[in-house]
């Protein structure tokens, strides 16, 4: 159909939804402690933008500079303030190794281990991978893990490392054409798995029905996890084993009402010093104390995904939809 006039194609072009604006005074203050992390005026920052969806950001050792995922896009970038953003891997988690129901997702979550070397959690390649540099441009990777019993993981989302050297990740199914449904789901579980420095991979936790971002206490005897379902949307707390194994899971904080009236779900987190979890939940980046109250959130009024704190935990950057964002701590 051929519009007369330039009004009616106008009227009849579909017209994209745009984020919101990110919120002017994104501080809401529930209890005095959050003025002790982020000042009340502190402002959200607009890094970069146009992303599928962002995830995994991190801080490079030594330059500072945050690396993050779009998971979709299946690439990882790089943010720095003198060169912006630029593209740093892809892909940066789907090679093609099993196309079958595969959504070809990208790395999700990122971390530097303890040798400064990037480890990756590979949605579409269904596995913990190192990065071993590039060949013709094209990025190299390493599998640490792939399998548990002899069957392919689901699609590592997160993953933290361990004093002793070992990785801990979680596995839901978000990278397989529909997930727990899925012919090619090989895992019984969305479980919480330890790679020890040693190759053996130990199933530490089922319980949960989307296990997501993770992160350890200050001290290492605790293990947070997310969980990131709408009915059940909630953070666990488990005790850390001398042998590294976990002890029973106990509810740490439950958002599932929160869940329903704001966008985004437990997701990353990342622990202060102080103990204080920065946890992407409903609405925003929650702050929690060691003890489980909630001391209030950083608004970013579109679904949060996931943070990281620079060297000196002076900034904290959050990947939030289609944004790379930072905001001012108190360090």
């Known amino acids: 159909m051929r519009c007369s006039a330039f009004i009616l194609c106008l009227l009849a072009t579909p017209v994209l939804a745009a984020n919101p604006p990110l919120p002017a005074q994104p501080v809401l203050t529930l209890k005095p402690d959050m003025q002790q992390v982020v000042a009340a005026d502190a402002t959200l920052e607009q890094l970069a933008d146009g992303f599928r969806w962002a995830e995994g950001p991190i801080a490079e050792p030594g330059s500072g500079d945050i690396l993050f995922s779009d998971v979709p896009e299946n690439k990882v970038y790089r943010?720095?303030?003198?060169?912006?953003?630029?593209?740093?891997?892809?892909?940066?988690?789907y090679s093609g190794l099993y196309p079958q129901n595969n959504l070809q997702q990208g790395a999700n979550g990122l971390i530097f281990n303890s040798d400064s070397k990037l480890v990756l959690a590979q949605h579409g390649d269904r596995r913990l991978a190192l990065f071993n540099g590039f060949d013709n441009g094209v990025p190299q990777y390493q599998t640490l893990v792939t399998k548990f019993n002899g069957k392919l993981l689901n699609s590592p989302n997160d993953l933290v490392q361990h004093s002793s050297g070992a990785y801990y990740f979680t596995d839901p199914p978000y990278g397989l054409k529909g997930g727990d449904d899925s012919t090619e789901k090989q895992q019984g579980v969305n479980g919480v798995y330890r790679l020890a420095a040693d190759g053996k991979i130990t199933?530490?936790?089922?319980?949960?029905?989307?296990p997501n971002g993770l992160a350890f206490?200050?001290?290492?005897?605790?293990?947070?996890?997310?969980?990131?379902?709408?009915?059940?949307?909630?953070?666990?707390?488990?005790?850390?084993?001398?042998?590294?194994?976990?002890?029973?899971?106990?509810l740490f904080f439950d958002a599932t009402a929160a869940a329903k009236t704001a966008s985004g779900l437990p997701d990353g987190l990342k622990v202060l010093p102080?103990?204080?979890?920065?946890?992407?939940?409903?609405?925003?980046?929650?702050?929690?104390?060691?003890q489980g109250e909630h001391l209030g959130t950083i608004q970013?009024?579109?679904?949060?995904?996931?943070?990281?704190?620079?060297?000196d935990n002076s900034w904290l950057y959050i990947t939030a939809s289609s944004y790379l964002l930072r905001i001012k701590l108190r360090s």
Do not use: F, I, M
């Not at 970013?300 to 060297?311: E, F, R, Y």
């Open 274 to 290: 102080s103990g204080v979890l920065l946890a992407t939940g409903p609405g925003g980046v929650w702050l929690l104390s060691p």
């Open 300 to 311: 970013t009024g579109v679904a949060a995904a996931n943070v990281a704190l620079s060297s």
């Open 203 to 210: 199933l530490l936790a089922d319980n949960l029905t989307r």
């Open 217 to 250: 206490s200050p001290d290492e005897q605790w293990l947070y996890v997310a969980n990131s379902d709408p009915a059940a949307a909630q953070w666990w707390r488990y005790a850390v084993n001398e042998d590294g194994s976990l002890g029973k899971g106990g």
């Open 79 to 93: 943010w720095n303030k003198a060169q912006g953003l630029t593209v740093y891997l892809q892909p940066s988690g």
